[in-house]
């Protein structure tokens, strides 16, 4: 009796510090702890609960993944209905709301809070004795779905609250995908053959609607809380600014941006200021929303029509431009797919020239009605690929031609099929010369082997010599071949060559992306890691073998078995596997660590780096044996000094730790490799 209250107590403390760490990490941006020790926090809890299935809560830190799949979502009501908002395309609109609330409130003084308008999807959720019960959708405004499991998995959406917070509450927020997230998803699908989603809101709404959570678990989501919806059991704050300020110290993620305005000269300066700035935003804002700060005021100005008077979305003009659809063109990928593309007229659209767009595929282009000829509406927003918005009607001549795909590959001439399910049309010869060639780039790409200085070009260049005809003829270069290339010097060569060899490194999941299977994504690639330890063993698996696995479903485990039954793909592997440093040996991760080059060295980064990421270079440091910090401690071998360092440059001067800058960082793992 005695243990069990003691593993209970120690549960309960390790929720504690992990929800404090979460807190630090995804909500504040400023963990205190280096990421190998959170896991050592999680991997304990998940043992003790593992243990002691008795004592697993809904609100653990535990229950974010892995949740079972719903059958269907459930409905959530809403006991104070979500509302929309009313848009204001224009200073003069905005004056005019402004004037409005003034004439309402008969002259009394009133303050605005702006902030961005997350372009997402609005959630509520509904918090009890400090734990996170419901997460629903909007729904009609009354009743919207339950998608509690897969909120749940949102890092930034706190399980559970201080115990300062009310007894039972809801907040509102906006769930996003970050700009680069969302890049990332849509280059994944792209490489896979998939869909691709038009905007970062709708993978938003994609990914928490997925009946499997295990699969919004993968996508990078994010939330700001924007509101408190209702409150019991405690008094809240009187105005919205102090109601923003109360929940950030309960823990919850607000935006940064957000602004106390005493005038309507002010609240245009702060748009103004946004509309600038927010291309470099990490996430897609459409405008500023702006609302009467007192609570008070804001019942008293009450609702219209399912929209508040007390607030407004001041819309950002949308990047838009207008253009002539030359033609559609055709890449052929990786797996066959013939993805089309809109040749465009160049315009310019917002400081950048468009010339080309995606067109998804035939039915995509069908269903907006694009037509080769046609005035087309474009539109690009941050980081996303320009689209066709709509067509413009209107100003048809009649020349105007309807597309369709052709029945045969145009790079090789074999013939296209669309697979039953499918939405892409593909060549069926996997020989066909620009399959080739997309594998090839594929293989060297990052998160696959990751070949520095191998980009598309000279993949183009080696296949168009005749040099590399599949991936593994990488491994046969020779400097000479090489230095046969136009614009090849000496030095490139070398470091081609070094690329390469460091290649050979790779771990077995990077292996298993880089052979490009369709359907099999670098995510599942690492799912695959854990239960096969080599690729003769996953050429072995049967359907059945790999369907048990979780989130493997019958596409996948369909297309891995067709992927090794051909004999092609087996050439290949034979000749990869006598090129690569055993690849099946073991995971890469498990290699001796204290071998390689940077074992016992620990780095710890401040300030921004501008010849890589972050997280770029803390994969290189973990690549070669080393450990990525998140703070300066005796441990610490280096402090990596970048632009606008912050104060764990003063923390390594007070303990007298060794400061590099990017350059000597850079060199230093040059060196190593
Ligand atoms: S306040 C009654 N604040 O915009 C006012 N909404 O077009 C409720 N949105 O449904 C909304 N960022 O999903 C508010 N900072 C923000 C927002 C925001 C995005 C969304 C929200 C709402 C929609 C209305």
Redesign the pocket.
């Known amino acids: 009796m005695g243990d069990i209250n003691k593993v209970k107590r120690r549960i309960e403390e390790l929720r504690g510090l992990i929800n404090y760490h979460n807190h630090r990490y995804y909500v504040l941006d400023s963990p205190e702890i280096s990421d190998a020790a959170y896991d050592e926090l999680m991997k304990e809890l998940r043992q003790l609960e593992a243990e002691h299935p008795e004592l697993v809560t809904p609100d653990s830190p535990t229950q974010r993944i892995g949740a079972p799949p719903v059958e269907a979502f459930g409905v959530a009501e809403h006991p104070q209905p979500?509302?929309?908002?009313a848009n204001a395309f224009s200073y003069e609109e905005l004056a005019a709301w402004h004037k409005r609330v003034n004439n309402l409130l008969g002259g009394r003084q009133f303050d605005l809070v702006c902030?961005?308008?997350?372009d997402?999807l609005?959630v509520a959720l509904t918090y009890i004795d400090g734990s996170l019960v419901t997460g629903a959708t909007?729904g009609d405004g009354y009743r919207g779905e339950d998608i509690t499991q897969n909120l749940k998995t949102v890092k930034s959406i706190p399980l559970s609250v201080s115990r300062e917070a009310p007894p039972r509450f809801e907040v509102?927020g906006?769930v996003y995908l970050p700009k680069a997230g969302f890049k990332k998803l849509n280059e994944e699908r792209a490489k896979e053959g998939l869909p691709l989603f038009a905007n970062p809101r709708n993978a938003a709404a994609g990914s928490v609607r997925q009946l499997d959570s295990s699969i919004t678990v993968r996508r990078p989501l994010d939330i700001?809380i924007?509101?408190l919806g209702w409150a019991a059991g405690k008094p809240v704050p009187d105005t919205h600014w102090k109601v923003m300020q109360y929940l950030k110290a309960i823990g919850f993620k607000i935006?940064p941006n957000i602004a106390l305005c005493y005038s309507l000269d002010e609240t245009e300066k702060y748009y103004q200021r946004l509309e600038e700035t927010r291309e470099s935003f990490p996430y897609e804002a459409d405008g500023v929303?702006v609302?009467v700060n007192s609570i008070a005021l804001q019942q008293e100005l009450g609702t219209v029509a399912h929209e508040?008077r007390w607030?407004i979305?001041y819309k950002f003009p949308a990047i838009q431009g207008t253009t002539k659809l030359i033609d559609i063109g055709i890449n052929v990928g990786r797996t066959g797919s013939l993805n089309p593309y809109a040749i465009l007229e160049p315009v310019r659209v917002g400081g950048v020239v468009i010339s080309s767009a995606a067109l998804h595929n035939e039915e995509d282009i069908h269903r907006k009605d694009i037509r080769i000829g046609d005035w087309v509406v474009v539109q690009r927003a941050g980081e996303v690929i320009p689209e066709i918005v709509e067509p413009i009607v209107s100003r048809r001549t009649g020349k105007e031609k309807i597309f369709s795909m052709p029945s045969r590959c145009p790079v090789c001439g074999s013939e296209v099929i669309k697979p039953e399910g499918e939405a892409m049309h593909r060549c069926t010869n996997t020989a066909c010369p620009s399959q080739a060639l997309e594998r090839i780039k594929h293989f060297v790409s990052r998160g696959a082997m990751d070949i520095d200085g191998v980009g598309e070009k000279l993949c183009w260049a080696l296949f168009e010599a005749g040099l590399v005809k599949d991936a593994a003829d990488l491994y046969r270069l020779t400097r000479e071949q090489l230095l046969g290339l136009e614009r090849m010097a000496d030095k490139s060569a070398s470091n081609v060559l070094n690329s390469i060899e460091r290649s050979k490194n790779r771990s077995l999941a990077q292996v298993i992306f880089a052979l490009g299977i369709t359907h099999a994504g670098e995510q599942y690639a690492e799912l695959l890691t854990d239960r096969f330890s080599s690729i003769d063993e996953l050429a072995k698996a049967s359907e059945e073998d790999l369907s048990n696995i979780k989130s493997i479903g019958p596409k996948i485990a369909q297309s891995i078995v067709a992927f090794f039954r051909q004999k092609e793909n087996k050439q290949l592997i034979k000749k990869l596997q006598k090129a690569l440093k055993e690849p099946e040996r073991e995971k890469a991760k498990e290699a001796q660590p204290e071998e390689l080059p940077l074992a016992g060295r620990e780095f710890v980064f401040t300030g921004k780096l501008e010849s890589l990421s972050r997280s770029e270079a803390e994969a290189k440091i973990k690549a070669l044996g080393g450990k990525a910090g998140s703070d300066v401690t005796k441990k610490t071998s280096y402090v990596v000094v970048g632009t606008d360092p912050g104060s764990k440059l003063a923390k390594a001067q007070k303990l007298g730790t060794k400061t590099i800058n990017e350059a000597e960082f850079l060199d230093l793992l040059n060196k190593a490799v």
């Open positions: 979500l509302l929309s908002l902030e961005p308008k997350i997402g609005a909007r509102r906006e700001f924007y509101g935006n929303v609302k508040p607030a979305a």
